[in-house]
């Protein structure tokens, strides 16, 4: 568990009466059936992370035109926004964060009124456009500024080719207002154009479709080439996504494949190669592929997170190419994302357990459909492990509150509370309902939700009524039965959970448990073990394990020297604990040479929790490594390494 920072409880009350009295504004008398059906609840909710008042006046299409400047590492241009207006409409108010804006105009041209808001540390600022009679179209020309968290701009040296910057975007949860003026709400769904120009050196990609695969000559300017961009569809802005770099594409079928660096293509290339059977396992599943292409974009080390389901493109840590396939479950829960997500998308991010407890919930389906009940249910246990730990972890931290699938995240930064509540509680709820009703029914109603909400976003009570007409037939008994609400509104597990069980993982642990009495590290059957048995053995070693048999276990297995990533993660945070010095080489050089989240941050945790010579490596440690993490990581380790 990440709490990731103290949390900030600051009243957003002015907003929310704003936002009231615009939705007070719509037409009165709405029939009794609209008024509780999904859309229409989903319709009245208001979004607390977002100054938007999409009541009055909404952005439905977004039209960048931008330029990447590496040596001020600024993105400039432009960005006209689509609306859809009350006929009332006077104003239109758009989230920033860290822009410099120079000017807002019409479509012509013409400069219009505009003012900025006070700036919240979490929300940023409001800009508030005053709107012509009728206007259905404003340009914002800004740039970006050294202060956002949604773009990191990387020097050649923290790139795999070493000989030229990159750049990337990180949107979720509220960070695209650093880069782009929008509306920035996931049930303020827009579609999004674009054109990006670049050195001639390097290429871009978004998250949409590539008009111009090969980039077209900018006039006048033989050092720049010039991509542009289409979705179609409409999309949370948080999906917006770009990267910059030397990358190279490597086809795995007709409609998937890879971008990467051109140094770590073929690795990459190689690594998802099962991506096309992926997707057709998906769709059988759960319906068609809605979204075109379906690729991955390996990025620099520094991405902070494992995987990101942008629309059309997955941006993907490198620390899963592991040479051997063993990590593509990240790929299975990126690609499920178009559906739990990018389809129908979470509309405030306390309903966050829709996207991603549907998405582990699917990804599993997918790992078990295309690698088998032994592998999948492997990873459930491992899900499941996490979990209660975080539970354990949350309620002795004094936040029983935020094991519940829908928390209160009123004046929270959505970013500073993470746990794996949503992912894990969230898949546990859809296996509660899938031991009861069976595959098939459950498989029927998912399908059917994914179809009826498709490009709309969603909220945990319209979800609720959805459950209710679809699945359950409003049978209130078999609601109570079933504990619905205890699970979607209650704190911790409710007790017709289904514990998901994994011979394999048995031995593991039986594994660890004969170290523990005293076996030689060297008769251990662990040999062939595959990456969850791994780590499974590894967070089953008791505290009392002694140096000598930290050593044995390294000695015969190269733990330290892993290329597996998790394992290693595994092992060194035993390293920690156990102040096993040996691998303290090999924690520098994990900590320096990658910045996901995932892994650096319970690791300085770990450091930090050593009393006597944890923290001072680990300030050491972070000193150096700092430099080369992402702003977002920055952000929750300059909290834990003080
Ligand atoms: N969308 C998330 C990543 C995310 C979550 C970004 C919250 C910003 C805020 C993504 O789909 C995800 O869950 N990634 C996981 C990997 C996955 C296999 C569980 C990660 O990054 O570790
Ligand atoms: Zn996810």
């Not at 009243?11 to 615009?22: D, I, Q």
């Not at 400069?111 to 005053?130: F, R």
């Not at 990467?260 to 690594?271: F, Q, S």
Request: some cysteine.
């Amino acid at each position: 568990m990440t709490i990731r920072a103290g949390l900030r409880w600051v009243s957003r009350l002015a907003v929310a009466t704003a936002m009231l009295a615009a939705v007070a504004a719509l037409p009165a008398c709405q029939p009794k059936s609209q008024a509780t059906s999904p859309l229409a609840i989903v319709a009245h909710t208001v979004d607390d992370h977002s100054y938007a008042q999409p009541q009055v006046a909404r952005v439905t299409h977004v039209d960048l035109d931008l330029t990447a400047d590496f040596v001020r590492k600024v993105l400039k241009g432009t960005a006209a926004l689509t609306l859809s207006t009350q006929a009332n409409a006077r104003q239109v108010v758009l989230d920033v964060k860290a822009l410099d804006i120079q000017a807002v105009t019409d479509a012509s041209g013409l400069p219009l009124k505009y003012t900025l808001g006070p700036n919240d540390p979490m929300m940023g600022q409001a800009l508030t456009v005053e709107l012509p009679q009728g206007a259905q179209k404003i340009v914002v020309h800004y740039a970006t500024t050294g202060d956002g968290t949604a773009l990191q701009w990387l020097d050649p040296s923290q790139t795999a080719g070493k000989k030229l910057p990159f750049l990337f975007s990180q949107g979720e949860e509220i960070n695209t207002r650093t880069w782009i003026p929008t509306q920035d709400s996931p049930a303020i769904r827009q579609t999004y154009t674009a054109r990006i120009v670049v050195p001639s050196s390097l290429m871009a990609v978004m998250s949409a479709d590539k008009l111009t695969p090969k980039g077209e000559a900018v006039p006048g300017h033989a050092d720049q080439r010039a991509y542009r961009f289409d979705m179609e569809h409409p999309i949370a802005p948080y999906l917006i996504a770009i990267g910059i770099g030397d990358l190279g594409f490597k086809a795995e079928d007709a409609r998937t494949g890879v971008y990467a660096e051109k140094a770590v293509l073929d690795k990459a290339a190689y690594e998802f190669a099962d991506m096309g059977k992926m997707v057709d396992a998906a769709e059988k599943l759960y319906g068609p592929y809605q979204w075109g292409r379906y690729d991955v974009l390996v990025l620099p080390p520094s991405f902070p997170y494992g995987g990101q389901e942008n629309p059309t493109l997955t941006f993907a840590t490198p620390t899963v190419l592991a040479g051997d396939r063993s990590l593509v479950s990240l790929v299975a829960h990126e690609l499920a994302h178009s559906w739990s997500g990018n389809l129908v998308t979470n509309a405030t991010w306390e309903d966050f357990w829709l996207n991603e407890g549907f998405t582990v919930y699917f990804e599993n389906r997918i790992m078990e459909q295309v690698y088998g009940k032994d592998r999948a249910d492997m990873l459930k246990v491992l899900g499941y492990n996490d979990l209660q730990s975080d539970i354990k972890d949350l309620d002795a931290a004094g936040h029983p509150g935020y094991t519940r699938l829908h928390p209160d995240l009123k004046g929270i930064d959505p970013d500073d509370y993470f746990t794996t509540v949503p992912y894990e509680k969230g898949a546990a709820f859809l296996r509660m309902l899938e031991a009861h009703f069976g595959r098939r029914k459950l498989d029927a109603y998912l399908s059917g939700y994914f179809q009826r909400y498709a490009f709309h976003s969603m909220t945990t009570e319209a979800f609720l009524a959805d459950l209710r007409q679809n699945l359950l037939h409003n049978d209130s008994d078999l609601e109570s039965q079933l504990k619905i609400h205890e699970w979607l509104y209650g704190e911790g597990l409710p007790d017709n959970f289904v514990a998901p069980t994994s011979p394999l993982l048995d031995q593991a642990a039986a594994q660890a448990r004969a170290l523990a009495g005293g076996a030689d590290a060297t008769t251990l059957a662990v040999t062939d073990y595959s990456y969850p048995q791994w780590v499974y053995f590894l967070n089953a070693l008791p505290d009392s394990l002694t140096t000598d048999q930290m050593a044995a276990l390294d000695n015969a297995y190269t733990l330290s020297r892993s290329h597996n990533d998790e394992i290693l993660f595994a092992w060194l945070m035993q390293a920690v604990k156990h102040h096993y010095q040996p691998a303290m080489p090999a924690l520098h050089d994990f900590l320096t040479q990658e910045g996901r989240g995932k892994f650096v941050e319970p690791l300085f945790s770990a450091l930090m929790a050593q009393a006597g010579w944890g923290p001072d490596m680990a300030k050491r440690l972070y000193a150096e490594a700092r430099p080369g993490y992402h702003e977002l990581v920055r952000a929750r380790l300059d909290k834990i390494v003080r």
